[in-house]
């Protein structure tokens, strides 16, 4: 149970009482809705929003927990230790509804008309009706489902405890594979061909072709990797153990740089131009050029950049 709790980055908070998160600033994930950049400070119980192009701050908004966070193309979700899931009005951070989640959640992704997210306390996925929060089903998968992804026709869920991933029909949230990966797979990416995930414990990243689940190959990152992102051309890792970001060539999985960032990379998104790096630890943001890995800035949940 130990090394779970150090392995599954996404699942540890489904555990951990909330004194024991009682910190500054603690960011943990972040999502892009074109111009803001939308992260999750679980520490302070709110959701930040900074501008994309300085790192600004625009405004901080009350949320329970909050955890991982998506953006539909109008809201923004996210999903909570709590065993919520929060939608806010991306435009003015109007917090519409709170929902409940099927308990303790970790991942979540959004197929166009329904919000997933894992519940690895039960090994299941829950399946919400993004109109009105309703629940349409709750699904069974593998052990400890962490990640979650959505590839335009399926739900992809990491079974962190399991060491394989789950691909689920969204239709009826029936299974359609089970594909085995490393061990404790966390997080995906999707290149518009391939599914990639890290697995935390193997300290790689598995490339899956996405139509039948066949392994194309596994590539060495760093220590712990965990949140991966696609920039159009590379796949980027953030090794958790080692304070840094691999970049890969999508092509072919060749370790094309590392580059140094904070204290502790969880997750990591792409805003269309720049990467960003999400440095737990540390509790700040990098902002990267990704033809080179320089940094650009590094950014408080208050919006300062740091000297």
């Not at 972040?30 to 994309?52: F, I, K, M, P, Y």
């Not at 760093?222 to 696609?230: A, D, L, N």
């Amino acid at each position: 149970m130990i090394f779970c709790l150090a392995a599954c980055f996404g699942v540890i908070f489904t555990f951990l009482p909330r004194p024991a998160l009682a910190e500054a600033g603690k960011p943990v994930a972040a999502a892009v809705d074109g111009e803001n950049v939308w992260v999750t400070d679980n520490s302070n119980h709110q959701l930040v929003r900074l501008r994309a192009s300085d790192g600004s701050l625009i405004a901080a908004y009350p949320v329970s927990s909050p955890l991982r966070v998506l953006h539909d193309g109008i809201n923004v979700w996210t999903v909570s230790n709590a065993g919520i899931v929060t939608k806010v009005r991306a435009k003015d951070g109007v917090v519409l509804a709170s929902y409940p989640a099927g308990g303790p959640a970790s991942g979540i992704a959004f197929d166009g008309e329904n919000v997933w997210v894992s519940n690895p306390e039960s090994d299941k996925v829950t399946k919400i009706r993004a109109s009105d929060g309703s629940i349409v089903g709750s699904y069974t998968v593998g052990k400890s489902p962490d990640g979650l992804l959505f590839d335009g026709k399926f739900i992809w869920v990491a079974d962190s405890g399991a060491n394989t991933v789950t691909k689920v029909r969204p239709s009826d949230g029936s299974t359609a594979a089970t594909y085995t990966v490393g061990d404790n797979p966390a997080e995906f990416a999707f290149d518009g061909q391939n599914i990639w995930v890290t697995n935390y414990g193997s300290h790689t990243v598995t490339k899956l072709r996405s139509g039948d689940g066949s392994v194309i190959g596994t590539y060495s990152v760093g220590k712990f990797p965990r949140g991966i992102v696609f920039d159009k051309a590379n796949i980027w890792v953030t090794d958790y153990g080692d304070n840094k970001v691999t970049k890969l060539r999508a092509s072919d999985g060749m370790v094309v740089g590392t580059y140094n960032v904070g204290r502790d990379p969880a997750e990591i998104t792409f805003d269309g131009s720049n990467i960003w790096v999400i440095n737990y630890g540390s509790g700040n943001l990098m902002k990267i050029k990704p033809a080179d890995g320089s940094t650009i800035g590094t950014f408080t949940l208050a919006g300062h950049a740091n000297p």
